[in-house]
């Protein structure tokens, strides 16, 4: 069964350091996420990607946020220069369709920031 | 008034009963409504989903929403030791990378 996969799955940075999370998502599917989980909360939405483009993003994805599709696998998430309260899980998602309700979830990429 | 409320228990049950997990919501614009289940350290793994108003099946789940008190539940029936996870209910107005928004998640134990 396809499956949304995500490198590293732990990431330990300093703070002001950048760091890229990778994720390799379904292969037909169209549609991107990223979300945050910070450890004990709920998971947060980050940003939406279609056709190469954010289709929508949330006020946590600021400027120090970046995604970007560098080839036809890969789907990435920057962040420029990490701080203490970055630290969190970071899901990757993935829908075939415009169904944004059917969204698969990777297993995510632990990041540490110190 | 937060966006989507949802009780973070933890709910303990024993086998075989019937669960009922619960979550409000503010946004009258939310057409689409989710169940997730979270197993501790893993990424979010879609249960169900449904479009407005009214209920949907699948197996042993049962996912019902109320749009006029803004209220959804999902139902377990024949709860399993497996079943213990933490489920999280998530609401979007739409479709096309439109945002979702999840609630905290409730943490379900079923005992053997």
């Known amino acids: 069964e396809p499956e949304v996969t995500q490198t590293p799955s732990h990431q330990v940075t300093q703070m002001g350091q950048e760091v890229i999370l990778r994720c390799v998502p379904i292969s037909n599917h169209l549609y991107f996420y990223w979300y945050r989980q910070i450890l004990g909360q709920k998971v947060e939405f980050l940003v939406s990607f ?20 560098p080839d036809g696998s890969n789907f990435t998430l920057k962040i420029r220069s990490t701080k203490l309260e970055d630290s969190a899980m970071y899901f990757c998602a993935s829908s075939e369709t415009s169904a944004s309700y059917e969204q698969y979830f990777g297993p995510g990429t632990r990041l540490t920031v110190t | 008034q937060k966006e989507v409320e949802q009780d973070p228990g933890p709910l303990s049950v ?23 289940r979270q197993y501790s350290r893993k990424g979010p793994e879609l249960l169900m989903y449904t479009y407005s108003s009214g209920n949907k099946e699948d197996g042993r789940f049962t996912a019902q929403v109320d749009k006029s008190s803004k209220y959804i539940s999902l139902f377990i029936r024949d709860s399993q030791p497996s ?28 005992k053997a």
């Open chain 1, 50 to 69: 279609y056709n190469n483009e954010i289709s929508e993003k949330s006020e946590i994805f600021d400027d120090q946020f970046s995604v970007e599709r």
């Open chain 2, 83 to 110: 079943d213990s996870a933490t489920y999280l209910c998530a609401m979007s107005a739409g479709t096309g990378g439109f945002k979702t928004i999840f609630g905290a998640g409730t943490r379900l134990f079923v």
């Open chain 2, 14 to 36: 024993p086998e075989g009963a019937i669960v009922s997990l619960n979550c409000t919501y503010s946004n009258s614009a939310f057409q689409y409504f989710m169940w997730y």
